[in-house]
């Protein structure tokens, strides 16, 4: 069982940066894709970049050049460096792994495809 625990949220400014991180604990985390999602009150949860096994990143469209994923196979840590942050940026941002993708890149920000999940850090954004 894959355990994640993230942290590094908090309140903002507009034009800010945060790096959240997220450690995984309970399995060698290095073999699996590797996401970040979020979700704002009455939204539907979305994601935002994931990491595949192989080092590939993907973005979602609305973060891209100012959200970098990256991880530390290492330290078994996940991170998502936020720059620019804009209000619309404030959610709940969650971490999350699944069986590597490979070829099928167009999986990597599906939230269904994803097993295993953190139980969330708040990112607030204020004008």
């Known amino acids: 069982q894959l355990q994640l625990v993230e942290s590094g949220g908090g309140s903002v400014q507009a034009g800010g940066s945060l790096r959240l991180s997220c450690v995984a604990s309970?399995?060698?985390?290095?073999?699996?894709?590797m996401g970040w999602f979020r979700q704002a009150p009455g939204k539907e949860r979305e994601g935002v970049a994931a990491?595949?096994?192989?080092?590939?990143?993907n973005y979602a469209a609305s973060v891209k050049g100012r959200f970098t994923i990256s991880k530390d196979n290492a330290k078994n840590t996940l991170y998502l460096q936020i720059n620019s942050l804009k209000p619309e940026d404030t959610a709940i941002y969650y971490c999350?792994?699944?069986?590597?993708?490979?070829?099928?890149?167009?999986?990597?920000?599906?939230?269904?495809?994803?097993?295993?999940w953190g139980q969330g850090t708040q990112v607030t954004v204020s004008s």
């Open positions: 990491i595949d096994s192989d080092g590939t990143t």
């Open positions: 309970g399995y060698t985390y290095s073999s699996y894709c």
């Open positions: 999350a792994a699944a069986a590597s993708f490979g070829p099928r890149w167009w999986l990597r920000l599906h939230a269904s495809e994803y097993k295993y």
